[in-house]
C-alpha cells in the first residue's frame, strides 16, 4: 500500500492509474478509523480497481478550536486497518501545502441550512471545500460516504450534481456497535458512563420506528418522545428533527409514499454524538450493519 503526502504524487499515482484504465474507488476520512470508515473501504475495493483513502483532519471544518486539536489522531494504526480492508493508497496531504494561501470556499444554499449546518456555523462550507479539493487531486469514479453523516453525504450527492464533478456517490448503512451505538471517532472520547447514557440515541431512533409502525405521523410527536428519551439519560440536546429527504427540511408530518431523514445530534460532557434514521416507504434504514 502506497502512503502519499504531497499533492503532485498524489494527482501522478491517480493519472497513471487512469492511464491503465483503473476505476478509482475513494473513502475520505478524517482518520481514528473504525468498522464504519472500513465498511466504506471494503466497498471501494469490491466495486472498484484502485482504492485510494484520504486521512485528513480538516480545520476547516471544525467551528471549534478545542473540537479540532482533540481530534484522535491513529496515523499508523489506520493505514494498517487501511491496507487490511485492501486500500491500495493513503493519501495523507501536508495542511500546510493544501491550504497554502487559501482563499476560496464552496458554499451551497438550503441543503446545508438545517441540523448540523444550523449548529455548526461554516462547518459544510469547510467540508465542501476540501472535499472539492481531493476530488479534483484524487479523480475518483466513486466516493463512498458514510449514511451517519447523512447531511453531509447529501450535500456532497448535490454539490456533484451541482458542479459537475463526475464522481458517483455511494452512501453507506451506519455501521453499529454491538449495543446500538453508531460507531464514531469521537466515542473514544466518552467515559464509561457516558458510553452507557448516549445508547439513548440508538433507543430513541428505535421509539421512533415503533410510533411509525403504529401509524404515528405527527412530527412533534415523534420528536417529543425521542427527546424524552435523550432527555433521561442527561444529553444536552443539540437538535432532534424530521426533515424530508430530498431537500432536508423540517416537516410536520410523515405523509405516505415519501422519504423522510429522523435526525439526532446531543452531547454527553463535551462529546457531540450524531445519529439517525432514514424513513422510506418500505420501512426505517438505521440498523442494516451491526458490528458483531
Ligand atoms: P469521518 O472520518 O468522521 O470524517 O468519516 C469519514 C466517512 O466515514 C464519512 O463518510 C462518514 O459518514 C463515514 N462514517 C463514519 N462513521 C460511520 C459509521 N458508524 N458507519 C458508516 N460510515 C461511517
Known sequence: MKIIHSVKQMREFAQKSRLEKKRIGFVPTMGALHEGHLSLMRESRKLCNLSVISIFVNRLQFNDPADFSSYPQSFERDCEAAQNAGVDCVFAPDEKELYRNHL???????????????SRPGHFDGVFTVVSKLFNIVGPDTAFFGQKDIQQARCIEKMCEDLNFPVTIKLMPIVRDTDGLAMSSRNVRLSADERLRALALYMSLRKVETMIGDGITQRDALVNASREILTQSNARIDYVELVDYDMLEPVHEIIPGVRYVFAIAA???????????IITPDGCRYRETMNL
Open 104 to 118: 476560496t470556499y464552496v458554499t451551497m444554499k438550503r441543503l446545508g441550512d438545517h441540523l448540523c449546518g444550523a
Open 267 to 277: 452531547f454527553y460532557a463535551h462529546t457531540r454524538l450524531i445519529d439517525n434514521m
